[in-house]
């Protein structure tokens, strides 16, 4: 009896990227608003490779420190029954993006106003995972870290950045690039040398 050829193999899914994104879901910023950040980076997996397929969700206070938020970011359009995105006038607090075929992500956003370091809470959906994996990212100094809460005497500690040794608390960091103070650039990565810290909700 001959050998059989092997069968080739299959990527795990789901695949993210596919149907989930919505227009306009990395602009939770309202358009034009003057005191609009980005925050930009790479997804990478265990072997250092970007992962093109990965999907992003960020929850977070608004520039009041209000956690409310607000409804119309995947609003339906009445006469085709698809997403018609954001009416570009309401902040939200909450956004969805997709990595492109470089594991590129870009958000735009309000810096959040609390009395502790302002942050994003990140979910991250990907090819592999069977359970999706949370993280926040810190918009330190720059524009927005540096600039607490009004009526906040200065920035609070945070205790999950207290909590961990130096290495692990800057996986953490996102960091505003040197020629612009009001870009971020944040980095998630899934494994190995450098991996973000993740956390349990139980």
């Not at 490779?49 to 420190?65: I, M, S």
């Not at 997709?98 to 870009?106: E, I, M």
């Not at 942050?119 to 926040?136: E, I, K, M, N, P």
């Amino acid at each position: 009896m001959p050998a059989l050829p092997p069968t080739p193999s299959h990527t795990i899914g789901p695949f993210y990227g596919y149907a989930l994104p919505f227009p306009d879901g990395g602009d939770i910023a309202p358009a034009g608003h003057p005191d609009t950040v980005t925050v930009h980076g790479r997804v990478y997996d265990g072997a250092g490779a970007a992962v093109p397929d990965a999907l992003l969700e960020f929850w977070q206070a608004g520039p009041d420190g209000s956690l409310a938020g607000a409804a119309g970011s995947m609003r339906r359009d009445p006469v085709t029954g698809g997403f018609a995105g954001r009416n570009g006038v309401d902040f939200t607090g909450f956004g969805r993006v997709a990595t492109d075929a470089d594991g590129h992500y870009t958000l735009r956003t309000l810096p959040p106003g609390a009395p502790a370091v302002p942050y994003l809470s990140v979910c991250v959906f990907a090819r592999g995972l069977t359970h999706h994996l949370f993280t926040r990212a810190y918009l330190a100094g720059g524009a927005a870290g540096a600039k607490p809460a009004e009526g906040a005497g200065g920035l609070e500690p945070d205790a999950l950045l207290a909590s961990l040794p130096t290495d692990r608390r800057e996986t953490l960091m996102a960091r505003p690039e040197a020629d612009n103070p009001r870009t971020y650039r944040f980095d998630i990565r899934l494994q190995g040398d450098g991996e973000t810290v993740f956390l349990d909700f139980i």
